[in-house]
């Protein structure tokens, strides 16, 4: 089978190229000549051919026509009746029929647009999740640990399937994926808590006489860029050379395997020395995994980029996708911290507000840019 975008050969069965991506049209079936018919002319009374027609023997050329079935339509439904001869006259049921190999006129194409509910459904679904661990955290502090470890992981998994299945084009090994998960929860966090360790102790020398500046150094450098630094070294190492690397939304699958493996094991790391109530916060904004979206679209433009040649712009484009994930991740992180230290209640009010409301945009873009990266996927 040959795509008929780029004519490269295709798989029988494949429902996208593996080439250019797009999917593959079944090709029209072949039109034929039919046979040459002899039209007799009638005669007049004197035995000569009548006028104002062709002469007997000449041939008249018949119009390509398409070999399949007649159709004999019904008023009361679909097509009942088939026949594999000409049609004759009016068809049962007060429809004109069709000659052998003819296609009935096609109906105007009217596009059944979704609903509201049902094209916003997933958003909704998405803000009702958020709002809800968070509330829960609220009063779960004496909840089951059991019941919080498991919430706590959920959402990193449902993502992690949810990308998967898009990625409908070349589905990624699972394997390596497994192993992408196994070097982010464990590789890429045992690494992360190392780094962290020393480098609290310089941020407690060097920023501690201004809360500002140590939020800063604890959100953007002690866990951001430590922890977005220790992924991306576990992406490449296992990806960038690896022959399934063939598509530019494998990227944000393999960035979001590693980032789904961080988030569970630390989820998990919190619980030792925290309550309930923390699982269920944190199952609101699976944030390793929003951020290893943005780190991986970015990760699967530096790949055709350096097939094509651009070295340079391909290392440029790797940093910024890692720039990308550490500001977002500090961001995030720095609105947590100082929300701590306010003595005002209702200034930490305002600052829990709008850390719900940062969640959930942060929730809500990421599904819409996964759902997009996805659609717009094409080969490295």
């Known amino acids: 089978m040959i795509c008929g975008n780029c004519g490269a050969q295709v798989r029988e069965g494949s429902k996208y190229c593996t080439q250019c991506g797009s999917p593959v049209a079944i090709n029209p079936l072949p039109y ?29 050329q018949q ?34 029929g069709y000659q052998a190999g003819q296609i009935p006129p096609s109906q105007p194409y009217v596009e059944q647009k979704q609903t509201f509910v049902v094209r916003r459904m997933p958003i909704i679904v998405i803000i009702v999740l958020t709002l809800g661990f968070f ?8 909840g ?21 299945k898009l990625d409908n084009i070349e589905p990624e090994p699972v394997g390596l994926l497994v192993k992408l998960f196994l070097a982010g929860g464990f590789v ?32 953007f450098i002690l866990a951001a860029a430590t922890e977005e630094l220790c992924k991306y070294a576990c992406l490449k190492f296992l990806t960038w050379k690896h022959p399934a690397f063939n598509y530019r939304f494998d990227g944000v699958v393999y960035s979001t395997a590693v980032a789904i493996g961080f988030d569970v094991i630390e989820n998990l790391l919190y619980l030792v020395d925290s309550t309930a109530d923390t699982a269920f916060i944190r199952a609101a904004f699976p944030g390793h995994c929003v951020f290893g979206i943005y780190m991986g679209y970015y990760y699967g433009q530096a790949k055709t980029l350096e097939l094509n040649g651009d070295i340079k712009g391909a290392k440029a484009m790797r940093k910024k996708g890692v720039l990308t994930a550490i500001l977002i991740h500090g961001f995030y992180d720095f609105i947590c911290f100082i929300g701590g ?40």
């Open 144 to 164: 089951s640990m059991n019941v919080a470890a498991a919430v706590s992981c959920i959402p990193g998994i449902v993502l992690m399937f949810l990308i998967y």
């Open 188 to 219: 890429a966090t045992i690494a992360a808590m190392l780094i962290e360790m020393v480098l609290d102790g310089f941020i407690n020398i060097f920023f501690s006489g201004s809360v500002l500046l140590y939020c800063f150094a604890e959100a």
């Open 135 to 142: 509330i829960s955290g609220m009063f779960m502090e004496d």
């Open 32 to 60: 034929v000549q039919q046979p040459q018919a002899v039209v007799q002319q009638p005669q007049g009374s004197s035995g000569e051919p009548a006028q104002g027609g062709p002469q007997s023997g000449d041939y008249v």
């Open 341 to 380: 230290y306010p003595e005002s209640e209702l200034i930490q009010l305002l600052i829990s507000i709008g850390l719900v409301l940062l969640m959930v945009v942060l929730n809500v873009t990421a599904y819409k840019n996964i759902k997009k990266f996805a659609y717009n996927d094409t080969p490295v």
């Open 63 to 96: 119009p390509y026509m398409q070999q399949g079935p007649t159709y004999a339509g019904n008023q009361n439904g679909p097509a009942s009746d088939m026949q594999s001869g000409p049609q004759q006259g009016p068809v049962p049921g007060g429809q004109q």
